[in-house]
């Protein structure tokens, strides 16, 4: 046995199992102060900051299945703060500082690796649009370069430099301080932390229903472990939150898609930055093993499966091959997929819904997960206070009410992948 570890650490069963140290096991009490519903990465965040921030640790994530079984464990893991609007530039880069020291916030190494991310121009269209956009980011402060294609060949060898390609590279938007986090290390680093402030992480405690007061506020939730109560309830539920709403009569501006990813067989290191061509739709990144990590667009029709058809993998696959020519003989080593749930402006919706005491944090399209560390904090402060933080105000629910989309989707080429 090693000095200093438990004799338990190998078991695989039973409270002793590996999770157990990294979060405290919880079964649920009768009342909190508030719950957090959803064990992703930003229902982790959220009940982070709550304990951490706002020092309430009367506090339960309720999570269906296992933490991290959702998006937050699924995902191409790309973080940047290269959008189009002021109000989402704003806030994603508020969320890339966040990264920038998460693991020291955590005390546990969520692996963020600031590789750079780089958006390719294959035309003139794509170049105009880049540039823009580039400028709107300098305009906030953020950083942006554009790069020639020589100066990204220098970057990412793998480019083909054959004159007459597929996919002629004209050059490309970098953004030097975005690029990675280890996913399941987030989901990770998160409950542990969490659960040392005393935060009961609850998995296999699926919510099926709200408790409503006489005066219509939320009082709790139901659950097959019997009822759980709380004045206060965020829903971090990607995916459901549309349906679990729809049972308080509440509909909301979100359509739900499956969105698909895979790896291909460890190569040696030929990628720096991670790669996007909206072109191409596909976005591209090696991870430190060496397997090349991509993504692409989603399916047309609305779906819930953790699973896709083969045919849209074969689309990334040839978007792959035609920006990589040399990559078209790699094998898929395995493929995924997860349920994103789009708003019709593409920006999130965080906010107060008509239930008092009832919270959403949804509609992250593409792009949650380089969201977690703001979205969890900004998030918190909302359920403590009732208040919602500038920088979170703006993702509202009542913006489609009022008309006031922020319109990140219908801007420049496809701005909103990943
Ligand atoms: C293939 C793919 C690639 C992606 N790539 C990127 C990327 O590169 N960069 C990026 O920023 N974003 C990316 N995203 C999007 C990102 O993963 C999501 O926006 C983000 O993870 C959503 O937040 P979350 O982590 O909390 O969601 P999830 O991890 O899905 O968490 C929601 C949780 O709620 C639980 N839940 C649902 N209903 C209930 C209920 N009734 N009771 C209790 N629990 C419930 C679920 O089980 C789940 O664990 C990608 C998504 C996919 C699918």
């Known amino acids: 046995m090693i000095k200093g570890v438990p004799r ?5 069963r039973g409270p ?6 990294f979060w405290r096991k919880a079964d649920p009490a009768p009342a909190y102060d508030v719950i957090v519903v959803g064990g992703g990465a930003h229902g982790l965040a959220t009940a982070f900051s709550l304990a951490h921030t706002h020092k309430i640790s009367r506090v339960a994530v309720l999570e269906r299945g296992l933490i991290g079984g959702g998006n937050a464990g699924r995902n191409t893991t790309i973080v940047r703060s290269n959008y189009w609007l002021p109000e989402t530039i704003r806030f994603y880069e508020y969320s890339l500082k966040l990264w920038e020291t998460l693991s020291q916030t955590l005390d546990f190494n969520v ?4 590789r750079g991310v780089v958006f390719l121009a294959h035309d003139r269209a794509d170049e105009d649009a880049l540039i823009a956009r580039g400028n709107r980011m300098l305009a906030e402060g953020v950083d942006a370069e554009w790069l020639d294609p020589a100066a990204l060949r220098r970057l990412a060898p793998a480019l083909d430099p054959v004159p007459g390609a597929l996919l002629p590279v004209r050059g490309g938007l970098m953004q030097r301080r975005a690029g990675t986090a280890r996913h399941d290390a987030v989901v990770w680093g998160y409950a542990r932390a969490a659960s040392r402030l005393g935060v009961d ?35 971090c539920t990607t995916g459901q939150t549309g349906t679990l ?18 790896v291909t067989e460890p190569v040696k290191p030929v990628l720096s930055p991670v790669v996007i061509s909206n072109a191409a739709h596909v976005y591209v990144s090696q991870t430190e093993k060496g397997e090349l990590v991509a993504g692409g667009s989603l399916d047309a029709a609305p779906g819930w499966q953790q699973a896709g058809p083969p045919e849209r993998l074969a689309e990334v696959a040839a978007g792959l091959g035609a920006l990589f020519p040399r990559f078209r003989g790699l ?15 593409g920006s999130p919706l965080i906010g107060p819904t008509p239930v008092p ?11 949650g997960f380089k969201a977690t560390p703001a979205s969890g904090q900004l998030f918190a402060t909302l359920l403590a206070t009732g208040t919602a933080p500038p920088l979170i105000a703006p993702f509202a629910l009542e913006r489609f009410e009022r008309g006031a989309l922020l319109d990140e989707g219908g801007a420049g080429p496809r701005p909103w992948l990943q």
Not at 111 to 114: K, Q, R
Not at 211 to 228: K, L, M, N
Not at 246 to 260: N, S
């Open 201 to 235: 992480v609850i998995e296999h405690c699926p919510v099926t229903g709200f408790v409503r007061g006489a005066g219509g506020q939320v009082e709790g939730v139901e659950t097959p472990r019997g009822v759980i109560r709380a004045p206060v309830v965020g829903l």
């Open 245 to 262: 709403l729809a049972r308080e009569g509440i509909r909301l501006p979100l359509a739900c898609h499956v969105l698909q990813a895979f």
């Open 331 to 345: 094998r898929i080593m395995r493929s995924w997929a997860g349920v994103v749930d789009m708003t019709m402006d």
């Open 16 to 21: 002793d199992a590996p999770t157990a140290l």
């Open 111 to 114: 692996m963020f690796s600031p």
């Open 357 to 367: 005491g009832l919270y959403i944090n949804a509609g992250w399209n593409y792009g």
């Open 8 to 12: 338990t650490v190998g078991s695989r």
